[in-house]
């Protein structure tokens, strides 16, 4: 344990499970320092919201200059740029004391390439010595390949497995115990000491074998003891795909949220858009009408490109399996990866491959086959075989190094590049979601949630993070687009043409990106919008990239993007135009964070998000949060007056449902479920309605249609029961049937519990 470490322990105590948490991205650099300090100075204000943990971004030393702590080169220390140990165990001391608990994001994958690399000593280490290294088995390096040494960035192609594509962080082997032990033991003596209360683990899918390290990892967690309450929370930053769930022999309490992100989101999105919206995109871009030719052409240039010294280094290990090169065997192993369905399939070298990856790989292989030709099936199989484990060439290596390229092909394929390429509704291309997917029904959403309750009821949910390519409100302003498809087309027609006939300089498919960037982020400065553009631009790799830039062409779109923000009519007509969707966009916005922090599993909020949240990609949504702002608003509401606005709003939403899920934990947690609430009458489809314990959440979808039918005219919802209050409003309510009309008043959510029940 590192002299880094306060000795104190903190004293065990009874706890509830965790109800809540609020995300904070710490920051060591000058120019806008968020240390522990600071984060501690937050501890009255984060327990008046309502929330159970404090969630924090990596904590460990990172590389100088670091914006966001994954950059790690020192696993035996916390952070000096963040405050180092001292300060750590006074912020973890403050918030116990105002009854918060800490829950720390830990990187398990890689660390970083600093410069100087003597920044990282075990790097350095190998740096100077190679292969015989005692540090040597810490990294994941293809000796062969560098010629006994590591390359570093700029010096040549890497072939050590970096995290993703980024050159500057490398590989660590977690499934050695010495590197286990070594690169946690400082994190799991904070928990020991009661410092840290759980863990979220950055990635899992990049590891060697996810289950395993889990598996290691809860064992190694120091017992809670009998009066400290339950186990230590532990979850995972796994996306899943479309059908895809979670692993269920995974030692864990579920994911960091992305799948309820998407599910929440689309239930706010009108089914009846999708066409007019698409036959508008295909014409305004010349774009295909579907996602998958998009998303496949994205996951084949990530693998030509990107990922090349990754897909090199699994061909030679398909080499060295076969007994020779076999350019047959190495098209189909690539039709493969760019074909798999998920992230990555869960064979572990040595058991058998169990029934979900055998349906992943068997579904990738039916997709592979559409793009090769018939004499090259049979080598397809050979390739699946191998993948799975079976057969008399069954090779650990081939089956593992698989895995951990299907990973990082998916997130940089899709995520980093396809959905950049793709924008028929930019709400819906966000981490873990599928922009082909264009709305969520009720059915599936209220399915969704049954099985979280039942199967992961302390999974958390979210609808912002700091990996979220757009905040929560901005993508609930998009979504009312898809309920006036006409009026938008028609503004997005008089923007492009504003200037005459003239051609944007900017590619079709990013220049309506731009349009609906400005409207859901509204009001933007230049500033912001062009960093925006940047990474778009980069990340869609068309016509440049981030290895490869075209400045004229980068000149050429910002400068357009300037002209814009700089016409003063443009400007006052974008203006009037987002006026006319913020009354939808404001029951938008209440209505999916009353979802999201009332259905089953931990809602996190991050940070800022109590407010309205119109950030786009990072770094735009690591800004510092104006504190003071948020305890003064909140200072205004528990005095009882009412909201003033939006944000007030919000923030009554955020604060009351936390503060309800906090004192009544058995409503809201184990063993409670998730019961749909029957609604009833001409606008039924527009009430969301769900019983959680003793409480019942109620949000208004789809406002403008509600609107051009006419309003609520005579819906009810079915309680149950007489006496009912609203905790948003204090509103008193009889029933047992509700009319919606009254229900929903004052705000377009609502929140009701039992008249006699406690404030």
Known sequence: MSDDVPPERVPPEQTAPPSGTYRLQLRGTPDGRFGFDEAAALAPYLAALGVSHVYLSPILQAAPGSTHGYDVVDHSKLSDELGGGEAFGAMAQRFRAHGLRVLVDIVPNHMAVPVPPDLNLPLNAVLAEGPSSPYAKWFDVDWDAGGGRIVLPGQGEPNYRRFFDISGLIGLRQEDPEVFERTHALLLGLVGQ?????????????LAEPRGYLRRLADALPDPGPDAGPDHWLLVEKITEGEERLPVDWPCAGTTGYDSLGMIGGLFVDPAGEKPLTDLYVALTGGPAGFEEVERDARLHAATHGMKPEMDRLMRVLTRVVGRRDPDLERALRELLVAMPVYRAYVVPGEDPPPQAVGVLNEAAQRARGHLPEDLHPALETVVDLALGRGEKSDPEFIVRFQQTSAPLAAKGVEDTAFYRWNRMAALNEVGGDPGRFSVSQVDFHAHCIRLARDWPSTMTTLSTHDTKRQEDVRARLAVLSELPEEWADAVNRWRSWWGPAESPMEPDLEYLLWQTLVGAWPITPDRLQEFLVKAMREAKTRTSWADQDPAYENGALGYARRVLEDPDLVTDVTAFVARLDPYARV???????????????PDVYQGCELTGLALVDPDNRRPVDYGRRRERLHRLDTGRPPKDVDDEKLLVTSRTLRL????????????GHEPIPVAGPAADHVVAFRRGGAVALATRLPAGLER??????????VGRQGWRDVLTGVTHWGPRLDAAAVFAHLPVALIVPREIDR
Do not use: C, I, Y
């Open 194 to 206: 009661g410092l840290v209360d759980g863990l979220r683990v950055d990635h899992p899918d990049g």
């Open 709 to 718: 039918r006419g309003g609520w005219d005579g819906t009810e919802v079915d």
């Open 588 to 602: 938008n916005a209440l209505g999916q964070k009353l979802v999201q922090l009332a259905m089953p599993g931990v």
């Open 661 to 672: 899920r906090r004192s009544h934990p058995r409503w809201f947690g184990p063993p409670a």
